[in-house]
């Protein structure tokens, strides 16, 4: 197993609270980090149907079989646990009681809202960081290797082509859960728009574009978009307009959860064929913003990252928010260096408000500039957040 940076914040919030819910994707990780962090507490996988029979037709005699601390796995598979978890943990007022996980969170958060508001700490796991590879002894030689390869944990303890194991995902997890949640009649659809998607990553989205290209009506492609983003497949960046007027663009930008998947839908097979995408820089772009996302969710911590675009293409691709400061970061795939990179962050610090700090990521080496903007490698992203 790698370990996980998150185990340190789940540690700690199990001392504050009585209850610790993990959210994240399929196949993250969830599973392993909770059960290698806490060896002592029972666990309860709610994905075995006989045990969710179970706890379906007669929860308090279900609940009645674990006197100690419990691990419950994908918990939203039976939500109405948590009204009797809430009962518990108000009798007792012990920290620590439980950990919940959880691969789908619009069901989840309207059913901790009701039943476990205060009660419980919320993370999320994420598939692994470069910095966790790196601290395991796993690197690359260049970006497109880990955009290929991905991060899902299987991939690296089972040594699985990663081609081939995107598409098992894609096909056992995303597809099963997505025909549960939204009852599809026609997969081909729904496919067709994932796939569309990954050919608009990093983009503005554009609801009526992709419900033309589709074939589907724009309220489908927000319902859509909204399952996608639930079940941690993508990532919604939203764009920074605070107090600059009526010509900012004010539509998100949706990245993948994990470049593997991503690949896997844009048909690339090959390392090799990374670099050649059209979409490279866009790939790289993903990289970089689901670094950052990870960073702060392994400590605790709301994403805060936003994007800035105005009506005349001005633009500063990730804008990280702390207190009242503000950060930028340019993103650019190149491994040389070029005085241009800057000039989205300058002309963003001049005309709507100043940078705490500028930061460019590409695939060079670190260099520190005296107008006080850095060059940062991908590979040392995480100590940006």
Request: charged share 20%; no cysteine; hydrophobic share 40%.
């Amino acid at each position: 197993m790698i370990p996980r940076h998150l185990t340190s914040e789940l540690l700690t919030q199990l001392k504050e609270y009585p209850i610790v819910t993990v959210l994240g994707p399929r196949q993250a990780g969830k599973t392993t980090l909770t059960r290698n962090a806490l060896p002592d507490y029972d666990y309860v996988s709610l994905e075995n149907p006989e045990t969710r029979a179970i706890a379906t037709e007669d929860p308090k005699a279900f609940l009645k079989q674990y006197s100690g601390r419990v691990i419950f796995d994908e918990i939203q598979r039976t939500p109405h646990l948590l009204s009797y978890l809430q009962g518990i943990v108000d009798e007792t007022g012990e920290n620590g009681q439980f950990v919940l996980t959880g691969s789908h969170q619009l069901e989840l958060r309207a059913a901790i809202t009701q039943s476990l508001a205060g009660r419980t700490g919320m993370l999320h796991l994420l598939p692994l960081s470069i910095a966790e590879l790196s601290e395991a002894g796993i690197s690359f030689d260049t970006f497109e290797e880990y955009i290929f390869q991905g991060f899902l944990p299987r991939i690296y303890d089972q040594k699985q082509r990663p081609h081939t194991a995107y598409a098992n995902y894609y096909q056992t997890y995303l597809e099963r859960d997505v025909r549960q949640i939204i009852n599809l009649k026609d997969v081909t659809l729904f496919e067709k728009f994932i796939k569309l998607l990954a050919g608009r990553v990093g983009q503005l989205v554009n609801f009526d574009s992709l419900s033309n290209d589709v074939g589907v009506d724009s309220k489908t492609i927000k319902n859509w978009l909204s399952i996608l983003e639930a079940s941690f497949v993508v990532f919604k960046l939203p764009p920074y307009f605070e107090n600059f007027g009526k010509r900012v663009i004010k539509s998100p930008k949706y990245y993948f959860t994990d470049t593997g998947l991503l690949t896997y839908l844009l048909d690339i097979e090959r390392v090799n064929q990374v670099r050649r995408d059209p979409l490279i820089g866009n790939i790289f772009e993903n990289l970089v913003i689901l670094e950052a996302l990870k960073t702060r969710y392994n400590h605790g911590l709301s994403p805060n990252l936003y994007f800035f675009r105005d009506g005349a293409g001005h633009e500063v691709d990730l804008l990280f928010k702390s207190g009242s400061q503000l950060s930028g970061v340019e993103i650019k795939a190149a491994s040389t260096w070029n005085a241009r990179f800057k000039k989205g962050l300058q002309h963003f610090s001049e005309k709507n408000a100043a940078l705490a700090q500028s930061h460019v990521v590409y695939s060079g080496d670190s260099i520190e500039f005296s107008d006080g903007t850095n060059a940062v490698s991908y590979l040392d992203v995480a100590t940006l957040f």
